[in-house]
């Protein structure tokens, strides 16, 4: 059973960049049949799809936000990461990271966390 | 660029009830159509993947059904904890873009 974690800073200054990290057990984000993701949901609203990527490195992002965000496979072991430049209020969210089937519909959901843009 | 339109936004029904929650698409859909339940400061739940497939540890109360653009989450009798937030969720071939509906919320009537 995949599990994943997110963590980073819970409030980040307008105009800075947000950084969050998913941590991923019971499975491998750099074997094959999964993708990685990244989704928030402002508050009290629906979700919305910031990007993926795969084992390959290959990456797709929203268009609302290609210009912004960077989805990255991290340093560490089993870990992949968000960068989402000049943030502002309007990003303000919980972030999920999640794992997605490359051959069905199903998506497993870390637990999120909430980013606060505010000075 | 697909829009999934769930109906109605809010669902009023008492325990027991049946519980019917409609995704509709801007266009014709694959097969690749999740539904999730979400209740307040948790993680969405995925309870039906591909349209009708039950995920691990879903009641057979859950099911879903629907092609085209027209998909139905039904709950045959409501629990006390199925009442919650209802989002469906659609995924390209390749790339695998994920589409989230707006949400329906089943309330205690």
């Known amino acids: 059973q995949v599990q994943l974690q997110e963590s980073g800073p819970g409030l980040v200054k307008p105009s800075q960049t947000l950084s969050l990290t998913c941590s991923v057990s019971g499975g491998s984000i750099s074997s094959g049949g999964y993708y990685w993701t990244w989704i928030r949901q402002h508050p009290g609203k629906g979700l919305e799809w910031i990007g993926y990527i795969y084992a390959s490195g290959s990456t797709s992002y929203s268009p609302s936000l290609k210009s912004r965000v960077t989805i990255s496979v991290g340093t560490s072991n089993n870990q992949f990461s968000l960068r989402l430049s000049s943030v502002t209020a309007a990003d303000t969210a919980v972030y999920y990271c999640?794992?997605?089937?490359?051959?069905?519909?199903?998506?497993?959901w870390g637990q999120g966390t909430l980013v606060t843009v505010s000075s | 660029e697909i829009v999934l339109t769930q109906s109605p936004a809010t669902l009023s029904l008492s325990p027991g009830e049946r519980a019917t929650l409609s995704c509709r698409a801007s266009?014709?859909?694959?097969?690749?159509l999740a539904w999730y339940q979400q209740k307040p400061g948790q993680a969405p739940r995925l309870l039906i993947y591909d349209v009708s497939n039950r995920a691990t540890g879903i009641p057979a109360r859950f099911s879903g059904s629907g092609s085209g653009t027209d998909f139905t989450l039904t709950i045959s009798s409501l629990e006390p904890e199925d009442f919650a937030l209802y989002f469906c969720?659609?995924?390209?071939?390749?790339?695998?873009?994920?589409?989230f509906g707006g949400g329906t919320k089943v309330e205690i009537k």
């Open positions: 266009q014709s859909l694959s097969s690749f």
């Open positions: 999640a794992r997605g089937s490359v051959d069905s519909s199903a998506v497993s």
């Open positions: 969720q659609h995924r390209s071939n390749w790339p695998p873009i994920l589409t």
